[in-house]
């Protein structure tokens, strides 16, 4: 089985852009899904789910140029976990969806 992640969502802020060494780009973004669903005595359940999704290279660049806080796109990626020390020595741990194609939806 391939890991592939695909969403469909709304963008939770203006992204953020990381020049590196080299010219080389990452964008980190979050990305809002909604569930709607209805429970067995009729009651209209809600749901929202924030994913980190991270892109680098072209598609960092057209993040940079065309996404900005609220628009609606399409992300294909990978499912990630990694690990960091805090500045407090704490072990954090990220899950993540590094994404490899984008769809910009809407207007």
Same mark, same amino acid.
């Given at each position: 089985?391939?890991?592939?992640?695909?969403?469909?969502?709304?963008?939770?802020?203006?992204?953020?852009?990381?020049?590196?060494?080299? !010219? *080389?780009?990452? @964008?980190?973004?979050?990305?809002? $899904?909604?569930?709607? +669903?209805?429970?067995?005595? &009729?009651? /209209?359940?809600?749901?929202?789910?924030?994913?980190?999704?991270?892109?680098?290279?072209?598609?960092?660049?057209?993040?940079?140029?065309?996404?900005?806080? !609220? *628009?609606?796109? @399409?992300?294909?990626?990978?499912? $990630?976990?990694?690990? +960091?020390?805090?500045?407090? &020595?704490? /072990?954090?741990?990220?899950?993540?969806?590094?994404?490899?194609?984008?769809?910009?939806?809407?207007?």
């Amino acid at each position: 089985m391939k890991n592939s992640v695909q969403l469909i969502g709304h963008v939770g802020q203006d992204p953020e852009i990381k020049n590196l060494e080299g !010219g *080389k780009k990452l @964008a980190n973004i979050t990305l809002a $899904t909604n569930e709607v +669903y209805y429970r067995d005595n &009729g009651d /209209k359940v809600e749901k929202t789910e924030w994913h980190r999704i991270s892109a680098w290279g072209k598609t960092a660049e057209i993040i940079e140029r065309f996404v900005t806080k !609220g *628009k609606e796109i @399409a992300i294909e990626g990978k499912l $990630t976990h990694r690990s +960091y020390e805090d500045k407090d &020595g704490n /072990k954090r741990f990220v899950t993540e969806v590094v994404a490899n194609e984008l769809l910009l939806l809407g207007k």
